[in-house]
């Protein structure tokens, strides 16, 4: 994990749905493996769906936050506006070309295809971070 506070990738919080089908299970695959890799930081979904006070402020506080859904359905997406959460940045595997099954052998080009989709995503809706290290907000450094 990147040792730098500004970092634009350690303000990442990723959420995957890791609902009951490759599609879910894939969106959490993603987000296990970018964490490892330093790219942002894995975050509780169901701990926002429980309505848990400080995961929910967490949530609403992040510079950068990215949901992954796995299909149209959006469980994650219904949580989040549930729980009045901006939806800051939004993925659905489903529309990468990855089709929904009950198949839970997941594909290494799959994961992938998702992991820079996520890049790609937060890349193109990066916030301007760089104003709250001097600010001294607190979600920096400071």
Same mark, same amino acid.
């Given at each position: 994990?990147?040792?730098?506070? $500004? ?17 879910? &299970? /894939?969106?959490?695959?993603?987000? #296990?493996? /970018? !964490? ?15 309505? /848990?006070?400080?995961?929910? &402020?967490? %949530?609403?506080?992040?510079?950068? +936050?990215? +949901? ?6 959006? $469980? ?5 506006? &549930?729980?009045?959460? *901006?939806?800051?940045?939004?993925? #659905?595997? !489903? ?18 295809? #998702?992991?820079? %989709? #996520?890049?790609?995503? @937060? =890349?193109?809706?990066? *916030? ?6 001097? !600010?001294?907000?607190? =979600? @920096? @450094?400071?």
């Amino acid at each position: 994990m990147s040792q730098d506070c $500004c970092a634009t990738d350690s303000n990442i919080m990723i959420l995957a749905c890791f609902g009951a089908s490759n599609v879910g &299970q /894939l969106s959490n695959q993603a987000a #296990v493996e /970018l !964490t490892r890799e330093g790219y942002g930081k894995m975050f509780c979904l169901a701990g926002i769906g429980g309505h /848990l006070s400080g995961f929910v &402020q967490s %949530a609403k506080d992040v510079p950068q +936050l990215i +949901l992954v859904d796995g299909c149209a359905i959006g $469980c994650g997406k219904a949580i989040l506006e &549930q729980a009045e959460i *901006p939806l800051k940045d939004y993925l #659905v595997i !489903t529309e990468l070309g990855i089709e929904k099954s009950k198949d839970f052998n997941l594909k290494k080009e799959d994961i992938r295809k #998702v992991k820079e %989709a #996520v890049k790609e995503n @937060c =890349r193109q809706a990066q *916030p301007d971070i760089t104003g709250m290290a001097q !600010t001294g907000s607190g =979600r @920096c @450094c400071c």
